[in-house]
């Protein structure tokens, strides 16, 4: 399974973004998908996670109301929307693929290569 992300920028505080992560190969091996953020100096934190069916979603508290994760099959996509967005949202975003719907980073077992999130006060 190969993941690509792609969507991150400067935005100022208030702003949205959507990112977006494409999947290539077997995903039906690897069919939840979940998004991460690490910011610098800090360790990798979940942000949302959705099964392969799109019923259901998790979210970080620190997101919740603001961000959504949903997906495309069709189009082997998984998408975050970020509404208002705040400096402390800053970080590099990944998107991974496992067996089970978590939020711990260590169980899923494929990464795209993260895209920058920058937001500005």
């Known amino acids: 399974v190969q993941l690509q992300a792609s969507g991150g920028g400067l935005v100022q505080a208030g702003g949205s973004l959507r990112l977006s992560c494409v999947a290539s190969g077997p995903i039906f091996s690897r069919p939840n998908m979940g998004w991460f953020r690490q910011a610098p100096g800090k360790e990798r934190a979940f942000v949302a996670a959705?099964?392969?069916?799109?019923?259901?979603?998790y979210s970080a508290d620190s997101v919740k109301g603001r961000f959504t994760i949903s997906r495309d099959n069709a189009k082997n996509t998984v998408y975050l929307q970020m509404n208002s967005l705040k400096p402390e949202d800053t970080a590099v975003y990944y998107c991974?693929?496992?067996?089970?719907?978590?939020?711990?980073?260590?169980?899923?077992?494929?990464w795209g290569q993260g895209t920058l999130v920058t937001v500005s006060s």
């Open positions: 991974a693929a496992g067996q089970m719907l978590t939020p711990s980073p260590p169980m899923y077992d494929y």
């Open positions: 959705i099964s392969w069916s799109g019923t259901t979603t």
